[in-house]
């Protein structure tokens, strides 16, 4: 009876139900119209990656030596018209980014500064400890960063 059934044989009993594979494989989806049109569908995207100059991993460094990101084409790349589209693309971008406002600092935050810069002058590291003005417990680095700010606005 199936009352009798412990839950071991319940557990056998039961059919399995098999997930399908076809909806697991990931889809490459491409929003930009310049790598849109180089983009070959029956290539891994590695060798996409590749052939548009790219580095497909974060980890690895761009140029092979260890050093910093200086381009975006890995060692051995070919310069090609789309390599410098993107290049050119890319610097554009990171002109627009360095123009952007940036947010100013609130009336609550900059007397918070204030007080600390009245009390220890440009010692960031005195800033940094001083536990009951820095209640945000900002680093050195970070008031630093938001001294100077402070000491732009006044300008």
């Given at each position: 009876s199936p009352r009798a059934m412990g839950k071991r044989a319940k557990q056998r009993a039961r059919p399995k139900v098999r997930q399908s594979q076809k909806h697991?494989?990931?889809k490459v989806v491409i929003d930009n119209e310049l790598v849109l049109k180089h983009w070959d569908k029956r290539k891994s995207l590695a060798?996409?990656?590749?052939?548009?100059?790219?580095?497909?991993?974060?980890?690895?460094?761009?140029d092979g030596d260890g050093e910093g990101m200086e381009g975006t084409a890995p060692k051995g790349a070919q310069e090609t018209p789309l390599l410098r589209e993107i290049d050119r693309v890319s610097q554009h971008l990171e002109e627009f980014r360095k123009k952007q406002p940036k947010r100013p600092l609130s009336d609550s935050e900059e007397r918070y500064l204030r007080a600390l810069m009245d009390k220890h002058?440009?010692?960031?590291?005195?800033?940094?400890?001083?536990?009951?003005?820095?209640r945000f417990q900002h680093s050195?680095?970070?008031?630093?960063?938001?001294?100077?700010?402070v000491l732009e606005s006044q300008k």
């Open positions: 697991l494989s990931r060798e996409n990656y590749e052939k548009l100059g790219l580095s497909l991993s974060l980890k690895q460094s761009v002058g440009d010692d960031y590291e005195a800033m940094e400890c001083d536990i009951e003005l820095n050195r680095g970070v008031l630093k960063k938001k001294c100077k700010r």
